[in-house]
């Protein structure tokens, strides 16, 4: 399992994932969990995250149980 920035993200006291809107995220900091930036609450059930690095991902509350197995 690979551990991304929609690994267990708490913001707001909810789980949250990448939409599926946003292009697939390669290979770097903020795919890795390695890079700062800032949350914002665009709406009940949608947030960015805009890194340090200027990367922007939206995200979508989580609707589900999260996997919270092992990173590999």
Known sequence: MHCGIDFLLDFDGRYWDVDSSTPPLSPGPIADQKDDGTIELVSRDVAEFRS???????????????DVGLCS
């Not at 340090?52 to 999260?66: A, I, M, N, Q, T």
Request: proline share 7%; glycine share 14%.
């Open 52 to 66: 340090e690095s200027g990367s922007v991902v939206r995200l979508r509350r989580s609707d589900g149980p999260k």
